[in-house]
């Protein structure tokens, strides 16, 4: 099971990065899928991630509820995991995991939220809940900075330059 947060990134370097993954699927976990960010609210996403040969789900049962969100804001991670927790033992949040975790048993899949730091964020909690209902090997992505432009230029990510003139 893949995670990726998108703070900092641009949708182009995001997209690279799924890409180089080999991501089938990208499972919205965000409470409410909405973003300052260009390109990373629901239907923009959803969009962008279909050009580029994606599958978007959105399961919003298994987003951070509000007051998840202001004590990690406030820099209480022990209450955030608390509040996080006691959300995802919920029927609705269970059901959504385990249509998370039939997701990912049938494609290359990664957990989206907004963090950069896995460690500060709720797909971790998520991801970690899966593993326990199936044989999963958790990784964290980073979107690399400038991928989009390499990938333009034909690079193919692990040195080799493709570029045809």
Not at 26 to 54: H, N, Y
Not at 56 to 83: M, N, Q, T
Not at 118 to 131: F, G, K, L, P
Not at 142 to 163: F, K
Request: hydrophobic fraction near 40%; glycine fraction near 8%.
């Amino acid at each position: 099971m893949l995670t990726i947060g998108y703070e900092g990134a641009s949708i182009d370097d995001f997209i690279a990065t799924l890409s180089l993954a080999e991501i089938g699927t990208l499972i919205d976990i965000r409470d409410i899928p909405v973003s300052r960010k260009r390109g990373f609210s629901k239907k923009s996403l959803a969009t962008a991630l279909e050009c580029a040969g994606l599958d978007y789900v959105h399961l919003r049962d298994l987003g951070d509820p509000k007051p998840g969100r202001e004590a990690a804001r406030r820099g209480d991670l022990e209450e955030f995991e608390r509040i996080y927790r006691d959300h995802l033992a919920r029927d609705v949040s269970q059901e959504a995991l385990a249509k998370a975790v039939d997701i990912a048993t049938h494609t290359r899949a990664v957990l989206l939220c907004f963090e950069r730091n896995h460690a500060h964020c709720h797909r971790t909690i998520v991801a970690e809940a899966m593993a326990d209902c199936e044989p999963i090997k958790i990784r964290h992505l980073g979107v690399r900075q400038g991928l989009a432009a390499e990938w333009e230029n034909g690079y193919d990510g692990v040195g080799r330059n493709y570029a045809f003139g």
